[in-house]
């Protein structure tokens, strides 16, 4: 199988690779942070000018598209807290004002 | 010291040596391992670097929306509202908006149209968010059409909102207050919201405080709860990661318990033989842990870099379809790579622990027996 | 004089219904650089009896010495040190680790002690070239002959150089060529210097020239000496 290195070295060298790797995401992710800040701003200066409130990630429902200004008895409508149908209900949290307070 | 590093290099030859005589069970385990690493990793990064997000973007929202319930419900709220709410102390604007939904049945989309009143439209003309672009195929000069109750509206398009920042607005259309009143019949008067700003942010639980003694019927949503929600939205306990989480649990314990409940007789005459030639309990003992460390290491590793790269250079395609659901529109969106090394250390923690002791245990009664077994 | 025995005992499952004594008061001396032969019919407690002598279990009672030293009532750790520095083994089933190659199989005894690996390799190689298995060195075990197997076995017994070579019947899977074959392999070996022990209920073995001494047993006693 790997008739020109020992296994151990083999497994060395893949494990080194692997830590190198996961090093170089860190490296990535801090670059790309710097080199997205600007994208980064506009999009923050789109929600101030146009007051928007939420992440455009599910539009199926209002209160899925707009989750922070969602009220007691429109989403989640089973239950304060309980889930829609919609997937995207599986991973969101109901908003924080209606389980807190 | 020079001895020790040898022999663990050794233990571990023999490791590989033994681990590749089950290729096909080894790897298919590996590959296992690695998708559960690689999912779980996947909404780590995703949620982790959404969450960063938010909290920066949204930090720009409306310090506070006031929304008006009927009946329990959110209705239009009347100006007058504006002139009731009086003066406050610390907030510096207020302003009604108008803003809301249409549904589009053609392509089953729904949009979230906004009527600002400090953008320079005429009322033939729109502004439409990048994926509404894309979804039904429009570029600047296009007609865009609305329809009311029997009337159709018809829309230049003027512009399309920067894809870069899909992410808040792809969905949205702008158009003029005039002709947002005159589609929806929103009469001269009546708005959806009303936001207020306020200077400095630890007045705002006071400002709402007043708001809400004055105003009974009305409720206001503070940009920190906005925060938070987003702060919590994708929480660990819920939903897809519980779900995964617990399936990827469910799955190593049926394994670690097959394991620990009884080592073949083959696998025990090895440590046998392994004892008489000369190994002691301990160096099987090393052995077997080099053998957990090389099967989850290498699933963490590679799962997590698959993770990595599916979320931050695919944009997460596989979490696409859930989130958009029954929703035609999706952002088109790069994720700004966030990692949270106390996340990816738990990760790491999880991944290798469990598993490195479930390989050992079970070894460790057949190591310290007597091998004087496999004379027989 | 090397190994001495002095009124050793086993039993098995000590206690319970199912107690069997194994080894009655067995004393027995073995010298050094001799092949000795432990001779009786099946049953008759040899395995048992070499199992003690190799360290890979201990007797219920007696004392085993090697060159003075007093085996029994040693912890494990030193046991497994003085095994493998000691005694090298030949098991009746080979006992050779499937799907590993003889160069591995033979490298095996001596991973513990963190050699340098082109030395131990060159050794094994020179071994294994030795018992003329070249041409298998990279072979699989599982696809050896017996005879073959066997001289695996060998090469993986003597490759820490072990003063003392225990053979648990070591014909007996083997037809009369090759064990005849075999008889000559220990005569090589007892040539440079090894003790060597080894059972058999073969007479192959136990007439061979090559046997300097039979002990007879028979249910876990020493008829003669
Ligand atoms: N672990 C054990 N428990 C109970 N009895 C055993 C055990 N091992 C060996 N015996 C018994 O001890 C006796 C001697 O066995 P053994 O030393 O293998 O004989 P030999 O090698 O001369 O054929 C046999 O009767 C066998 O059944
Ligand atoms: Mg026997």
């Known amino acids: 199988m790997f008739p020109v290195i020992r296994k151990s070295a083999f497994v060395l060298i893949f494990f080194l690779t692997g830590t190198l790797l996961m090093m170089l995401t860190v490296i990535d992710a801090m670059t790309k942070q710097s080199s997205t800040r600007d994208s980064l701003n506009q999009r923050a200066m789109l929600v101030k000018e146009f007051g ?17 200004l969602a009220d007691r008895h429109s989403a989640f409508q089973d239950h304060p807290t309980s889930f829609d149908h919609f997937p995207s209900g599986s991973i969101f949290l109901p908003p924080s004002q209606l389980t807190h307070d | 010291m020079i001895e020790f590093f040898r022999k ?8 590989m040596s033994s681990l590749l005589r089950r290729k096909g069970k080894n790897f298919g385990l590996l590959l296992v391992y690695t998708l559960i690493v690689f999912m779980l990793a996947s909404v780590m990064l995703f949620s982790h670097s959404l969450r960063k997000e938010a909290g920066i973007i949204l930090q720009q929202s409306p310090e506070i929306i006031v929304q008006r319930l009927v009946a329990g419900r959110h209705a239009l709220i009347p100006a007058e509202y504006i002139q009731k709410m009086g003066r406050l102390r610390g907030v510096t604007s207020k302003k009604g908006r108008l803003w ?5 049945p053609v392509v089953k989309a729904n949009y979230t149209v906004m009527a600002p009143d400090h953008l320079d439209l005429s009322t033939t003309e729109v502004i439409i968010g990048a994926g509404i672009a894309r979804t039904i195929g429009l570029g600047i000069g296009d007609y865009f059409t609305m329809r009311s109750n029997n009337d159709t509206f018809s829309f230049q398009v003027k512009d399309i909102i920067e894809r870069n920042s899909e992410l808040v607005t792809t969905d949205l259309v702008l158009i003029s207050p005039k002709a947002y009143r005159v589609i929806t019949g929103i009469p001269e008067g009546q708005f959806t919201d009303i936001v207020l700003s306020v200077r400095n942010p630890r007045e705002v639980r006071k400002v709402a405080e007043k708001l809400v003694q004055k105003l009974p019927d009305i409720r206001p949503v503070l940009r920190e709860e906005i925060l938070r929600t987003y702060d919590s939205i994708f929480a660990w306990r819920q939903g897809i990661v519980f779900v995964l989480l617990i399936g990827a649990l469910l799955a190593f314990v049926i394994f670690a318990w097959d394991k620990a409940s009884g080592l073949s007789a083959e696998e025990k005459r090895e440590i046998g033989i392994l004892k008489a030639v000369g190994w002691e309990s301990a160096d099987i003992l090393h052995m077997k842990f080099w053998e957990g460390i090389i099967i989850s290491l290498s699933a963490f590793m590679l799962g997590y870099l698959a993770a990595y790269l ?7 395609v596989l979490f696409e379809s859930v989130l958009k659901g029954w929703a035609t529109l999706y952002p088109q969106f790069k994720l700004v790579p966030f990692i949270d090394g106390l996340q990816i250390a738990t990760l790491f923690f999880f991944t290798i622990f469990p598993y490195v002791v479930a390989t050992i245990i079970p070894i460790w009664k057949a190591s310290v027996t007597d091998p004087d077994a496999i004379m027989r | 004089m090397l190994i001495s025995l002095s009124d050793i005992n086993k039993v098995f499952n000590q206690g319970k219904h199912n107690e069997f004594h194994a080894i009655r008061d067995i004393s027995l001396h073995i010298e050094a650089g001799k092949v000795t032969c432990l001779k009786g019919s099946s049953g008759s407690g040899k395995t048992t009896l070499l199992s003690m002598i ?57 991973y513990p002690l963190g050699l340098n690996h082109k030395d131990l390799k060159a050794s094994a190689q020179k071994l294994i070239s030795h018992f003329g298995l070249d041409r298998v060195m990279n072979n699989p075990v599982e696809w050896l002959s017996g005879g073959e197997s066997q001289r695996v076995a060998i090469c993986r017994a003597l490759i820490n150089d072990p003063q003392i070579l225990i053979a648990d019947e070591p014909t007996a899977n083997l037809d009369t060529r090759l064990s005849q074959e075999f008889m000559g392999l220990l005569d090589e070996l007892r040539k440079t210097g090894k003790t060597i022990l080894i059972t058999s209920h073969d007479p192959i073995v136990f007439n061979s020239p090559v046997v300097d001494r039979i002990v007879e047993m028979q249910d876990g006693q020493i008829m003669e000496s």
């Open chain 1, 52 to 68: 928007l409130s939420d992440l455009a990630l599910s539009t199926e429902a209002r209160y899925t598209r707009h989750l922070t």
């Open chain 2, 8 to 15: 663990q290099a050794y233990l571990i030859d023999f490791t």
């Open chain 2, 100 to 104: 809301g939904y249409f549904y589009n």
């Open chain 2, 310 to 316: 599916h979320v931050f250079y695919s944009s997460a």
């Open chain 3, 54 to 110: 190799g360290c890979l279990s201990r007797p219920t009672s007696g004392r085993i010495t090697l060159e003075n030293k007093i085996l029994s009532g040693l912890p494990e750790r030193f046991l497994t040190d003085i095994r493998r520095h000691t005694f090298g083994f030949i098991f009746q089933k080979f006992n050779l680790l499937q799907g590993l190659s003889v160069l591995e199989n033979v490298m095996l005894p001596a």
